[in-house]
């Protein structure tokens, strides 16, 4: 009998490695490369694992890439709309 959790779980342990991967080249002080890498390994695995963290435990592999695509669709609408909004609100503080 086949493991329905199997996908979701591999991918949010994949994503544990890669955020503990990140902080570990983050805190290395030798090599900015390093550093600079650890850095878009640690964005890129804390936002799609806010996408997996809310994710079903039983979805399929297509279900789940396609539910991965909407919230980071709805992450990307929210911090264009800040960026967006930036200008206005600082001009209501004036």
Not at 5 to 28: C, D, K, N, P, W
Not at 38 to 67: C, E, H, Y
Request: aromatic share 8%; charged share 10%.
């Amino acid at each position: 009998m086949q493991n329905k959790h199997v996908f979701t779980e591999r991918l949010e342990a994949t994503l544990i490695v890669g955020l503990l991967l990140g902080i570990a080249l983050i805190t290395q002080r030798y090599n900015l490369m390093l550093y600079k890498v650890g850095l878009s390994v640690l964005v890129a695995s804390t936002l799609l694992q806010i996408a997996v963290g809310n994710m079903r435990k039983d979805a399929t592999p297509l279900g789940g890439l396609f539910f991965i695509a909407k919230v980071l669709l709805v992450i990307v609408a929210v911090f264009s709309a800040g960026i967006l909004l930036v200008p206005t609100f600082a001009q209501l503080g004036r």
